[in-house]
Each structure stands twice: as structure tokens, then as C-alpha cells.
Nanobody, 127 residues
């Protein structure tokens, strides 16, 4: 079964940290840029971070820059999102996604460029 499975979400206090994982099965992500997005209740899905297919030049939204770090381990077919200094505004369902085109370079967080999505993991930050 082809899927992206997110894990690592949970409940954390303001200022805390979480590390999300996105494990791919049935597909190889090493040729694809990967991204993280999030959706808060009643809001649209927003871009969080992305990483190039070769692990180069990560790209972050302004709201998480300096607090979140995206990384990947192609040998494990997994992408990570380290989230530090969490704030209540970070509360959302977090999704990982695979870019639609192999070897493409990411220049923006446009969700339309991502062609395959996971089911999401809930992150809740209490104040």
C-alpha cells in the first residue's frame, strides 16, 4: 500500500518541543522534494516547511522560521520536522506531502506542487 504516515504529534505545553516523522511505504521519496503543511480548525491548509530532494536548501514559512527544522533520511525513506519553542498558534493537524515531480527544486510552499499526502498527525500546544 502506497502511503505517507505521520507520527509524533501530541499535546505539549507552550515552549515545548515535538519531533514529527513522516514514513513512506510503497514508494521511494529520495527523488522528491518533501513538505510539511498544517491545518488549524476552521482554517485553510498552510505551508510549514519543505526540503529539496537531495536534502539541500530547506524552505520555511515566516511563522516557523528559526523554531522548526525539516530534515530527511532517504535511507529510511523518512522526513522529519523538529518543532521547538512551540506556541498555541502552532496547534493544528500536520501533514507531510511528496512533491509531484521528481528532482524538482522547490521555490515556494505552493500546495499545488505536492501530489501525495499523508493523513496527518494532531499537534496541540497548551497555553
Amino acid at each position: 500500500q502506497v502511503q505517507l504516515v505521520e507520527s509524533g504529534g501530541g499535546l505539549v505545553q507552550t515552549g515545548g518541543s515535538l519531533r514529527l516523522s513522516c514514513a513512506a511505504s510503497g514508494l521511494t521519496i529520495s527523488r522528491y522534494a518533501m513538505g510539511w503543511f498544517r491545518q488549524a480548525p476552521g482554517k485553510e491548509r498552510d505551508f510549514v516547511a519543505a526540503i529539496q530532494w537531495n536534502g539541500g536548501r530547506p524552505y520555511y514559512s515566516d511563522s516557523v522560521k528559526g523554531r522548526f527544522t525539516i530534515s530527511r533520511d532517504n535511507a529510511k525513506n523518512t522526513v522529519y520536522l523538529q518543532m521547538n519553542s512551540l506556541e498555541p498558534e502552532d496547534t493544528a493537524v500536520y501533514f507531510c506531502a511528496k512533491h509531484a515531480t521528481p528532482y524538482a527544486t522547490i521555490w515556494s510552499g505552493d500546495a499545488q506542487n505536492f501530489g501525495f499526502w499523508g493523513q496527518g498527525t494532531q499537534v496541540t500546544v497548551s497555553s
